[in-house]
């Protein structure tokens, strides 16, 4: 499916839900420079002299007009009572775009792996295979073994975010009831992969790990916090992508730009499971519907302009390739999506040093470059510099960040000379 057609089906369900579209004039005033972009900060006291382009996270986006409008006409209810209307329409609208048979609105990605993980592990001992540089494995806590007693046994994370079938077979234990093992329950994926750069992972792994599961009894559970990404990359309505798992977590706050909150979805008595587990987790919830309000204008309006934050990513990661003097390393197959994780090949320029020269106004750069230009990104794993696009970059926000990347190159490269 073409990303022509899965933006029409994105403004059929806006349609759908009663959710107004916003006619070219009325788009032109809300969204400005860029589809949905709200603004670009400066820096305090600088005027138009200083810029920032904030590249550290898609979790840094704001509430546009259309999204803060629908948050103060919302109507209220409880939703500990299940009485809260934009609430219960959100679960569904989410639950029919998955293709799944009901959802959750949960405060936190990290909260909703959990849960989830919860809810198909029902026993404390029970065992999940994820992958060795999986977000829920690296960057939540250990929460799975903190909270839940479920044990985690770890594949190793290929380049494109996969992991080796074989490996994955051999890690699952066999014979349940064992006085020595773990009972395998449960196999995590994440789509997109973020740590691997945003990678999106092929239908095909995915039908085959959904078989293996299967095969052996278990349950997939997707950390899908950008699978809408994944989706637009490739043309396909996202469930499509989640037939192959029983459940996912989806964010709202990233490059949907919600200001909080995440969708869990999967069957009913899987969410029946989910609704306990939050509470207990502390995340039952009240009059939520201002929050879910801007949910719904996530789910309905904002994934058919996602392939713009995937463009300016190829185009910043193309300039890197590009740059002179070439101190960049980069494999452009790789960008797929929104993320870019890029590598410096001078040793003696380390990801640290980077991010803070590119993330400062340097000496002479506003005589060559216009203006001062702050652009924030972090050191990441693997001596890798990591860059994320989001509604709040521009086309235009992205011409500066290469400006200002070009700039900090060539003024390291005098730096170099000079010393010799």
């Given amino acids: 499916m073409s990303l022509k057609t899965l933006s029409s089906r994105v403004m059929f369900k806006l349609y759908k839900h009663g959710v107004p579209a916003l006619r070219p004039r009325q788009a032109a005033a809300v969204l400005g420079r860029s589809s949905y972009n709200t603004h670009t900060p400066e820096f305090p006291g ?14 840094a986006t704001k509430p546009g007009p259309r999204m803060r409008r629908a948050m103060a006409e919302v109507e209220f209810g409880d939703d500990a009572l299940e009485e809260d209307p934009t609430v219960n329409e959100l679960q569904n609208i989410a639950a029919d775009m998955f293709g799944m048979e009901a959802a959750l609105f949960v405060p936190t990605g990290t909260m909703s792996n959990l849960i989830a993980v919860m809810a198909h592990c029902r026993e404390r001992g029970d065992e999940m295979i994820v992958g060795n540089l999986s977000h829920l494995h690296i960057y939540e806590q250990g929460g799975s073994a903190q909270l839940a007693g479920v044990h985690a046994t770890t594949v190793t994370t290929l380049p494109d975010g996969t992991f080796d079938l074989d490996q994955l077979e051999l890690n699952i234990r066999h014979g349940y009831p064992d006085p ?3 009972r395998s329950r449960l196999i995590c994926v994440e789509n997109t992969h973020n740590i691997q750069g945003g990678r999106v992972l092929p239908l095909t792994f ?9 095969k052996y009894g278990m349950f997939v559970h997707m950390d899908g916090a950008r699978v809408m990404n994944a989706a637009v990359a490739q043309g396909v309505p996202p469930s499509t992508i989640l037939q192959h ?8 706050s990233k490059g ?19 609704i306990q587990w939050r509470q207990a987790l502390g995340g039952g919830m009240l009059q939520a519907g201002v929050l879910a309000a801007a949910g719904k204008v996530a789910l309905l309006e904002m994934a058919g302009r996602l392939e713009e934050d995937h463009h300016n990513a190829r185009t910043f990661a193309q300039a890197l390739l590009n740059c002179d003097p070439p101190l960049f390393n980069i494999d452009l197959t790789t960008v797929e999506t929104n993320i870019v994780r890029f590598h410096l090949q001078e040793p003696s320029l380390t990801p640290p040093e980077f991010c803070a020269r590119i993330g400062q106004v340097g000496d002479g ?14 050191p990441y794993l693997g001596n890798s510099v990591r860059a994320v696009w989001h509604l709040g970059i521009s086309p235009e926000d992205t011409q500066l960040a290469i400006q200002k990347m ?3 190159a060539s003024q390291y490269l005098k730096e170099k000379l000079g010393a010799q």
Wanted: net charge negative.
């Fill in 206 to 214: 995915l039908q085959e790990v959904r078989a293996m599961a299967d």
């Fill in 245 to 252: 798992t029983h459940s996912v977590s989806v964010s709202l």
């Fill in 180 to 182: 020595y093992y773990s």
């Fill in 256 to 274: 949907l730009g919600a200001p909080v909150g995440t969708m869990l979805a999967g069957p009913k008595d899987f969410i029946s499971q989910a």
């Fill in 46 to 59: 600088g005027a138009d002299r200083f810029r920032v382009v904030d590249l550290r996270s898609d979790a």
């Fill in 365 to 378: 750069e506003e005589a060559v470059l216009g203006q001062g230009i702050k652009v924030l990104m972090c």
């Fill in 406 to 408: 070009q700039f900090v």
